[in-house]
């Protein structure tokens, strides 16, 4: 598919456009579309599978619900830290 396209329209940060930060890209400042970068669809589905991959390490310690929230935490943790560095050198 990319050899169809001009190489001159591809981003690379947005190769695959599975956040909605690869439609406001091109209008905002790095430090504005970085939280939305975060929500890719990839990196929602890995953040799934290590809850559950948690909970089926040991059920009777880490429920499901535990999970989530264990591997939602650390995930919104990163997100914050990054866009904050996105917005201090932006």
Do not use: Y
């Not at 439609?23 to 799934?48: M, N």
């Not at 059920?59 to 996105?86: D, E, H, N, Q, R």
């Amino acid at each position: 598919m990319t050899f169809l396209k001009d190489p001159a329209s591809i981003d690379p940060e947005n190769f695959l456009a599975s956040n909605p930060a690869a439609i406001l890209a091109a209008i905002w400042q790095p430090g504005k579309w970085f939280p939305l970068a975060s929500l890719d669809v990839f990196g929602l589905w890995t953040c799934a599978l290590l809850a559950i991959g948690f909970s089926a390490a040991d059920p009777k310690k880490v429920p499901i619900g535990k999970a989530f929230g264990i591997v939602g935490g650390v995930w919104l943790s990163l997100v914050l830290f990054f866009t904050m560095l996105a917005w201090i050198f932006s």
